[in-house]
């Protein structure tokens, strides 16, 4: 790529941050139920999820990630609600890897289908996955899934996806005090010198149901204190400016974890990530209130150049830094827990 070209390809927000990560939502359906996320009292059988006409069509997704491309998104991540839900996922995939200019195609899923479909996935250009596994033991398992599957199943699909050549094979583990802070060095130990990279998450105030309180958060500074008490660590530096995770090496060459401070050390000045909802609502934020709709646009009669400009302008007039805010307002108020606004699920737009 020549530089003209690259300095063509920035597009910055009011902070100057730039736009290089998509998170796509291919669904807002999920076969668990992590009261994290999606607490089963809430989502439960009569729960109204998108109907099938509201849900983007893979050529939309494309035509949109193409125009995403140009203006300078180099990562995808495929999420959902559960992505490998959606049918025929492979097929996006596809259609996704081809872009000029993506470099990268991500997945994050909770295991339970990726046996069936990781060759699958591999073979249509999927580069890597991130598996979500709060815990080993099958009762925490249980509770922090919603009581769907078993733990077995989530490392079948690990072990499916590492023969099917998928890497780095990432495991994001959100940890709540008094539910699985047990569960870390049990994760560590499971993990350790298998190449797989453990990323603790502290409990954040994702979406508006679950009962989020910074007394159940397990700060980054404890779950390394509790690990490097075992396994001695060293810090690493980041691989890339906007990674969301510290990220630390065993000192005896047993590979990295990493740690997604968003509550108690907020890294928004480098947030470099959009996120499109299933319906084709764009978020500027995991923590963000209103999308815009490009769906209205992808079904008008908008070209390319119309919806190239309506990006643009959206992400030049960006200036989200929800997690700094938290941060500010709860050292003015310790008792309060973040700015106060009806956050979008998390089931729409995936983490
Ligand atoms: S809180 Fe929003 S702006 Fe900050 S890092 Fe998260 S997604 Fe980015």
Redesign the pocket.
Known sequence: MSSESSIALTTLDVLQRPLQDLRISVTDRCNFRCPYCMPSEVFGERYAFLPKPEILRFEEIERLTRIFAQLGVRKLRITGGEPLLRAELPCLIERLAGIPGVEDLALTTNGVLLAQHAEALRAAGLVRVTVSLDALDEATFQRLSGRRAEVARVLDGIEAARSAGLAPIKINAVVIKGVNEHAVLELVDQFRGTGHILRLIEFMDVGTRNAWDRERVVSADEMLARIDAVYPLEPVAPARAGD?ARRYRYRDGAGEIGIIA?VSE???GG?T?ARLSADGQLFT???GTQGYDLKALLRGTASDDVVRQRLREIWRRRS?????ERGELTMAQPSASGPAHSRVEMNRIGG
């Open positions: 969301v968003s907020p890294f928004c947030c990530r934020c995991l923590f989200d830094r929800y997690s700094e």
